[in-house]
């Protein structure tokens, strides 16, 4: 079992900058490869970025790519988002969802269904 807890959503204008946290209880954060989502008003779910448990692998949404990393500490059971040059698209609640990996890979998952463990989800609102 793996709880998740996002944090670091706000309100920032838009070209402005968040980092979102996604902290894990329990000790095999590692065995974990890590995603984050978005969900904005009306629209359905989608695949923000991905990264593998041992983070030798990422993984990103064609629309976030260039201005967000994903990265992870194991060593801290966090995962982290950095968002730059936000745009009000961007606007959404972002959640963390966690997969098990048996072993360890480099690769990461884009599908939601693949997840096992969600967090509660963390708003971002971009200002135009």
Do not use: H
């Amino acid at each position: 079992q793996v709880q998740l807890v996002e944090s670091g959503g706000g309100l920032v204008q838009a070209g402005g900058s968040l980092r979102l946290s996604c902290a894990a209880s329990g000790r095999t954060f590692s065995s974990y490869g890590m995603g984050w989502f978005r969900q904005a008003p009306g629209k359905e779910r989608e695949f923000v970025a991905a990264i593998s448990r041992s983070a030798g692998g990422t993984g990103y949404a064609d629309s976030v790519k260039g201005r967000f990393t994903i990265s992870r500490d194991n060593a801290k059971n966090t995962m982290y988002l950095q968002m730059n040059s936000l745009k009000p698209e961007d606007t959404a609640v972002y959640y963390c969802a966690a997969k098990f990996v048996e072993w360890s890979s480099s690769n990461w998952y884009r599908g939601a269904t693949m997840y096992d463990y969600w967090g509660q989800g963390t708003q971002v609102t971009v200002s135009s």
